[in-house]
């Protein structure tokens, strides 16, 4: 989550879907970056980490509770192929300490992270309120400079952007030999929202 006064823009933070990446592009312009993070308690009283991934749903809460008008920013998420998403995610449990095969993971963890607390893991969630979509835009990262140039064309034409930049990647398999056809069939089904709304395939060649 970032946000910029001046250029009255909202950045919600899908996790594990290149949003480190949205909110380094956008840093020079936004209140606070992860240098700078202890102004998100000084503006909201609350810890960076608590509202890193916060819904949109949320934020627009925030806003409000500070006399902020959240339909005056533009507001902007992003979304990923749904299988290389969960290998990403599988990635960073393992760098945690956990230990899961990655079958075991799919079959038992992943549905723990589309419920609950964890509900920042469900696209849906981060983007809808009552069944509406509040996210002005929404950007498939493999299509990163695609998608983002026409809303910041548009938006803010005189900010100059490095659509090359990629932060906090990571080094794994090629995400489809992770998969077996039963757990390629669950995550399908935990992510039936991204699939039919962004089109993603289990046969992307441009996803890792």
Same mark, same amino acid.
């Given at each position: ?13 899908? +996790? ?16 606070? /970056?992860?240098? &700078?993070?202890? $102004?998100? $308690? ?23 509770? *500070?006399?902020? /008008?959240?339909? #005056? ?13 969960? !290998? ?5 449990? *393992? ?7 990655? =079958?075991?993971? !799919? !079959?038992? #963890? ?22 509406? &979509?509040? !996210? =002005?835009?929404?950007?498939?990262? $493999? ?5 983002? &140039? ?5 938006? +803010? ?28 069939? *669950? ?6 929202? =991204?699939?039919? %709304?962004?089109?993603? &395939?289990?046969?992307? #060649?441009? %996803?890792?």
């Amino acid at each position: 989550m970032r946000f910029s006064h001046s250029h009255k823009l909202m950045l919600i933070s899908n +996790w594990k879907c290149g949003c480190s990446t949205i909110a380094e592009l956008f840093a020079p312009v936004t209140e606070f /970056d992860w240098d &700078r993070r202890a $102004e998100c $308690e000084r503006i909201f009283g609350k810890d960076y980490d608590q509202m890193a991934h916060y819904p949109a749903k949320l934020m627009r809460q925030e806003f409000a509770r *500070l006399g902020w /008008d959240f339909s #005056e920013y533009t507001s902007i998420s992003e979304v990923r192929n749904p299988w290389a998403r969960t !290998v990403s995610l599988y990635a960073t449990v *393992l760098r945690a300490g956990y230990e899961f095969t990655f =079958d075991d993971f !799919v !079959v038992n #963890e992943l549905p723990t992270w589309q419920s609950g607390l964890q509900r920042r893991w469900n696209s849906y969630e981060m983007f809808h309120e009552r069944g509406q &979509r509040i !996210v =002005d835009h929404i950007i498939r990262i $493999e299509h990163l400079e695609e998608d983002l &140039r026409p809303v910041v064309e548009q938006h +803010w034409p005189d900010l100059e952007l490095d659509y090359m930049l990629r932060s906090n990647t990571g080094e794994h398999k090629p995400f489809r030999d992770y998969y077996t056809d039963q757990t390629a069939r *669950l995550v399908a089904d935990f992510f039936a929202y =991204d699939i039919e %709304a962004f089109g993603y &395939r289990f046969e992307d #060649e441009n %996803a890792g």
